[in-house]
């Protein structure tokens, strides 16, 4: 058993560790350094490939970035909260906030103007960052007017950037992987036709509704700052035919039976299935208002992609039914809450 003593002199050390820790303030102004492609530095002597440095108890730190416009800024954090009231805090131009308390070198992307990374911890953390500036040079890969047919492209697996036009830009995100998914920040959305539109969140802060996301406009800029290699699917569509009070995802990683409910109330409802392995899939459960009706598409919900419409009350006679995994299949609820199971062989 330890004695008192050694309790003691581990404690000591402790706060001795902490005490050299370092320490900072709020209202930083960090800019961009002249010569591009000059990193800063958090404190000034750490690097991607060390440790993160101890960061003192008790501290209250911000730092303003601002961003030239034309460029974008990536910020890299390491480091580590003791407690739980401490946090690593950003802020983009548009006001989306993440906060954390443990950071692992995934980077954050923002655009111009400015973002703040606040921090504030109580107990002893740990904690540096790098932050770099770089000029958009990735091209318009292509400028894609979006109707009835809906649009499925690999987000973050290459360097990318593209216009998307229609009535209302309909976007929805679905990860490769839903544990992990830290290459969807690299994915920025502006309304606008560049990256002087107003910028609207990174596809991660996106998914993190699982939502659909709508524009205001017509026109949507998305660019993506860094090949992940990762099938990360983004969904596009005109809002004219993806118009759902309760939208969700068939989310079936890794397992081959799975549920999505949604619930419309008095109006329409949808289970989007975006299943990459492109396999069938079978409803072998369904729960619905019987005085509902299903109808399957193959793509949005148009005449076009119209497949076959189900009645609420003989549904479940029905059953077992397949349907095609097609890019995008699409079971539309007309009113009311419902739950779909369905079989996907993995
Ligand atoms: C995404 O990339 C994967 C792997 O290269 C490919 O199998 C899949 O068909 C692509 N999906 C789309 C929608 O392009
Ligand atoms: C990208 O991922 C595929 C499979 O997911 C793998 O075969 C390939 O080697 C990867 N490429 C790179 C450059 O990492
Ligand atoms: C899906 O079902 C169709 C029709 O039954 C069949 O022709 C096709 O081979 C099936 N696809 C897969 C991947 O099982
Ligand atoms: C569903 O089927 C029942 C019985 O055939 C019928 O009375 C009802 O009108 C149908 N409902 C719809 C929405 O088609």
């Not at 118009?243 to 949808?270: H, I, M, P, Q, R």
Request: charged fraction near 15%.
């Amino acid at each position: 058993m330890p004695s008192l003593t050694t309790f003691l002199s581990v404690a000591l050390l402790a706060s001795v560790v902490s005490a050299v820790g370092n320490t900072c303030k709020t209202g930083n102004v960090v800019h961009k350094p002249v010569i591009d492609g000059t990193p800063v530095y958090f404190p000034a002597t750490w690097r991607e490939d060390k440790a993160a440095p101890a960061l003192a108890k008790d501290q209250s730190c911000s730092w303003m970035v601002t961003i030239p416009q034309g460029y974008y800024a990536k910020l890299t954090i390491s480091g580590k909260m003791g407690d739980k009231h401490s946090y690593f805090q950003t802020v983009d131009c548009t006001g989306n906030v993440v906060q954390t308390k443990l950071e692992t070198k995934h980077p954050y992307y923002f655009p111009s103007p400015k973002f703040t990374l606040v921090v504030s911890n109580e107990a002893a953390a740990t904690f540096a960052f790098k932050i770099e500036w770089a000029p958009y040079t990735t091209q318009i890969s292509y400028i894609a007017g979006i109707g009835m047919q809906p649009h499925v492209l690999n987000i973050t697996q290459d360097l990318f950037a593209a216009d998307f036009s229609s009535d209302k830009v309909a976007l929805f995100v679905s990860p490769a992987d839903p544990n992990d998914y830290y290459s969807l920040r690299s994915s920025l959305v502006f309304e606008g036709q560049d990256y002087n539109g107003n910028f609207v969140a990174n596809l991660y802060t996106l998914y993190e509704t699982h939502q659909q996301w709508v524009s205001k406009g017509s026109m949507v800029y998305i660019v993506n700052l860094e090949a992940s290699n990762k099938t990360d699917i983004l969904l596009v569509q005109d809002i004219q035919y993806a118009n759902f009070v309760d939208y969700v995802e068939l989310n079936c990683y890794g397992v081959s039976t799975c549920s999505a409910s949604v619930d419309g109330g008095d109006g329409k409802s949808a289970v989007l299935s975006l299943y990459a392995s492109r396999s069938n899939e079978t409803l072998v459960d369904i729960k619905m208002d019987p005085s509902a009706t299903m109808k399957v598409y193959y793509g949005s919900e148009t005449a076009f992609g119209f497949d076959s419409t189900y009645n609420g009350s003989t549904i479940n006679s029905q059953l077992p039914l397949t349907f095609y995994g097609e890019d995008v299949t699409q079971y539309v609820i007309s009113n009311g809450k419902a739950t779909l199971t369905f079989n996907i062989p993995q």
